[in-house]
């Protein structure tokens, strides 16, 4: 059981005073009745809160499916620079919300944001095998040598890789299949054949694919099946 104004500072943009000032107006209704005190405890799972007749949604997480843009940092708060937190609606800037691994500044692609830690370590932990395909462009020629030593592991300065799948796509562009998420991990095992990596685009983790719904710097919220499909393993 939780106070009413906590449930509800948690899911909206009302501060505490707000509450306190909306209740005293009689604005306030939970399960069909006038609240009366911002202390009346609740069952935060089970509550239907109106607010001036407005159903208020009471989500426990939320999850953000963002197709991130170059020119963003992926951190929750930068000094100079934009983040992807600055991409984000803002019915949603009250929530926690972070982002679920990195991508570089000039990488593009799919990105989950959101405030559940524990799902977002199941999709980042590389114990968990679940897949990040990227689209890669080159300033070399992709190589079979490549695609073997993806295979085998490519020895990085911070320890060897797991298994990688590299597939050619072109003269100059492959998709890679990485299950870690190290530091610059793809630009570096490319640099290990004397490549640059022009262009990083992420479109899929685990069985979900970023697809052609979310344009550049569109964000949603994953339904249901996404959120199923984002968490299947190889
Ligand atoms: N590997 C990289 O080098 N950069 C990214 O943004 C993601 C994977």
Redesign the pocket.
Known sequence: MERIDKIISEHTHYTRKEIKRLISQRAVYVNGEEVKKPEAKFDEEDVSVKINGEEIEIKKHIYLLLNKPKGYV?ATEDKSQKTVLDLIPKEYKYRNLFPAG???K??TGLMLITDDGEFAHNILSPRKHVQ?E?EVTLDIPVTSTMIEEFKNGVNLNDGECKTADLEITGEYTANVT?TE?????????FGCFGAK?LE?N?IRIGNLYLGEELKPGEIKEATAEELQKIQERD
């Open positions: 992926s990195r991508l570089d000039d990488t990040k990227y990485i998420g190290r530091y610059h991990q793809i630009k570096r095992m990596v990083l992420r």
